[in-house]
């Protein structure tokens, strides 16, 4: 592989096992800062970077401290985008303003993506990706994320898409800029806390070795831009819809009445179901990202055999 952009930080341990083409899983930074409460957001991380350890790769987390983009984070550092209150949630607009005034930022999806592409990774783990929110019809509200994904050659493992989301629109978004959505296991597509959406699936794929085979099919065509590697929850941790979606749609009317838009809609969301769902919420997000984490684990060691 190439040099990393260097305009970046990779910590010794990444850069030695993108030289050595060894399997390399990024995770963003938005779900630490934005998407859980503090502590268990640190320690949610702290076990994903061990389940991915497991799996024979090596995790990056990826942040922006003190203006510099960070691929591979230490403990310390975890702890302070847990913790601190001034880290900004970076998606890729963002990204000029954090580095210029060295600022620290939490990557989204789509800024975590970019910033794992320059430095030679392909593969990352999520919990769930941004979208088309509801009402986007009006409010125009429609993820970077989704953008990113027909830009940036990486394969992102999630969950699906929260149903606080448009998922048909996001589908459709996702078909027209020519993304991949492939879910393994399943032929339902799935909903983050529920292992189906109501929507099927576009693809289905059953295992790691297939999903890392359609990466290298996609990029050795030359057809930029990622792949969406949907995981359901496992079934034992899963909310179905009809419990989860009321809630859902409670913390939806709230955001709608006070007046919440743009970035700091998903992160006001997803702390409202939390609190809604008196936990339940928080275990399953949990759950899902560890799973993620083994399945991408395991794609990215069959795409470094390849
Ligand atoms: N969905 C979740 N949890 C999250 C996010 C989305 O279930 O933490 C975060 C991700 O970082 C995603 C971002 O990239 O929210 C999307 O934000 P926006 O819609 O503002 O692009
Ligand atoms: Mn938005």
């Known amino acids: 592989m190439t040099a990393p952009h260097?305009?970046?930080?990779?910590?010794?341990e990444v850069r030695e096992a993108l030289a050595s083409g060894k399997p390399v899983v990024a995770l963003e930074s938005t779900i630490i800062s934005h998407g859980m409460p503090y502590p268990k957001n640190v320690q949610t991380a702290r076990e994903v970077e061990q389940i991915i350890r497991d799996g024979g790769a090596?995790?990056?987390?990826i942040a922006v401290l003190h203006g510099v983009p960070r691929i591979g984070?230490?403990?310390?550092?975890?702890?302070?985008?847990?913790?601190?209150?001034?880290v900004r949630k970076v998606s890729i607009r963002d990204l000029p303003y954090v580095v210029a005034r060295s600022e620290h930022g939490a990557t989204t999806v789509a800024s975590t993506m970019r910033l794992a592409a320059l430095a030679g990774i392909r593969v990352f783990v999520t919990g769930g990706l941004g979208g088309v929110h509801r009402g986007a019809e009006r409010s125009m509200d429609i993820s970077a994320d989704l953008t990113e994904l027909s830009l940036t050659?990486?394969?992102?493992?999630?969950?699906?898409?929260?149903s606080l989301l448009d998922i048909g629109r996001t589908l459709?978004?996702?078909?027209?800029?020519?993304v991949p959505v492939i879910t393994v296991g399943s032929d339902d597509f799935p909903s983050f806390y529920s292992r189906s959406s109501g929507f099927g699936s576009p693809l289905r794929m059953d295992g790691a070795d297939e999903v890392a085979r359609?990466?290298?099919?996609?990029?050795?065509?030359g057809l930029a831009g990622g792949l969406v590697i949907a995981n359901p929850i496992p079934e034992a941790e899963e909310i179905p819809e009809a419990e989860i979606g009321a809630l859902i749609a409670t913390a939806v009317a709230e955001a709608d009445?006070?007046?919440?838009?743009?970035?700091?809609?998903t992160p006001y969301l997803l702390g409202r179901i939390v609190e809604l769902s008196g936990g339940e919420s928080l275990r399953a997000n949990i759950a899902l990202v560890k799973n993620n984490?083994?399945?991408?684990?395991?794609?990215?060691?069959?795409?470094?055999?390849?």
């Open 58 to 61: 090596v995790p990056a987390t």
């Open 257 to 265: 009445a006070k007046g919440i838009t743009g970035a700091a809609i």
């Open 6 to 12: 260097p305009m970046l930080a990779v910590t010794e």
């Open 153 to 162: 050659n990486v394969a992102v493992v999630s969950a699906g898409v929260k």
């Open 293 to 306: 984490a083994r399945l991408g684990a395991a794609i990215a060691t069959e795409f470094a055999g390849l």
């Open 73 to 86: 984070l230490d403990d310390a550092e975890l702890d302070l985008l847990g913790s601190d209150e001034h």
């Open 172 to 178: 459709e978004v996702l078909e027209t800029l020519g």
């Open 214 to 221: 359609a990466m290298k099919a996609k990029w050795e065509l």
